[in-house]
């Protein structure tokens, strides 16, 4: 078994870059303007996987820039919680941190969430924030297309460190995280994030948003779609089926999901997906044990109002 990097002597077992954003909850179910009282967390997509994999004991980087306001010390306060290693994370005295508030559902659909991160000290990210000797003393790079999102810029630096990560002989993973409303177009989107999955070892798309970037309409279809470009493994999310895989050696499964009887909030399992696939690839498992590992994250990440409350530690995780 590949051991990872317990001692934290520098070296992480991941880097990682994106936005955090304040985050309420609405306590009421309904419109969110009539909902009066919500409650606090912390969003971002690239942040809750390094939450998730720093609680099962990874020594993680993650890369950002936060405004210097009351979110960004927020921010901070939560890396430090989780031990995540924010020796790259820019205090940017010019531009805020982002929020978002989210709606209560009770019925299992998706929340509403409206965005207030336009213009955001993380949307500054650039390729100026890539630190050679901090990323690459990273075995693995996680991308998600949420930070590719954010600007011109921030696009650029997600091109930049996959770029520098590969020539350094890196494994990388690519989430699409689709937010079509921070994209200038569909098309623009579609060729973007393409080229980031391509640059990656393992490609992590839920079913629909596979089938809008390939025009596959099958799992299948979506998955030799990036073996046939040279992605090694994707790993297709179907929702409360579970999961399905293809690798380039055309070793392929399906894995059932955990059935949830009580989803309180379905934001954030494909983050907790992503947290047990990577975490298990990481330390030598199967991909069928490590896709396993991620429906049963993605289940419990489904069971709490947070993006990442509902992340195990490693304690947890075996109970
Ligand atoms: O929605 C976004 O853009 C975020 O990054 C916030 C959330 O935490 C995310 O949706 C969960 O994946």
Known sequence: ??????????????????????????????????????????????????????????????????????????????????????????????????????????????????????????????????NREYFGSARHLHLSGVAAALSGQSLALCHHAAREMRAMGKTISFDPNLRPVLWSSQQVMIEQLNKLALAADWVLPGLKEGQILTGQSTPEGIADFYLERGVQAVIIKTGPDGAWFKTAAGDQAVVAAIKVDNVVDTVGAGDGFAVGTLSALLEGKTLKQAVQRGNKIGSLAIQAIGDSEGLPTRAALAE
């Open 1 to 130: 078994m590949t051991m990872l990097t317990a001692a934290h002597n520098g070296q992480l077992d991941v880097v990682t870059l994106g936005e955090a954003m304040a985050m309420f909850v609405a306590t009421q179910t309904g419109d969110l303007a009539d909902v009066e009282t919500f409650t606090k967390r912390i969003a971002g997509a690239e942040l809750n996987v390094a939450i998730g994999l720093a609680r099962l004991g990874l020594n993680v980087g993650w890369v950002s820039r936060v405004g210097n306001d009351t979110f960004g010390r927020f921010t901070l306060q939560q890396l430090k919680k989780e031990g995540i290693n924010a020796k790259q994370v820019t205090v940017d005295g010019n531009y805020p941190t982002g929020f978002q508030i989210k709606s209560k559902t009770t019925d299992g659909t998706d929340p509403s969430v409206e965005y207030f991160r336009k213009g955001s000290a993380a949307s500054h990210l650039s390729v100026d924030d890539f």
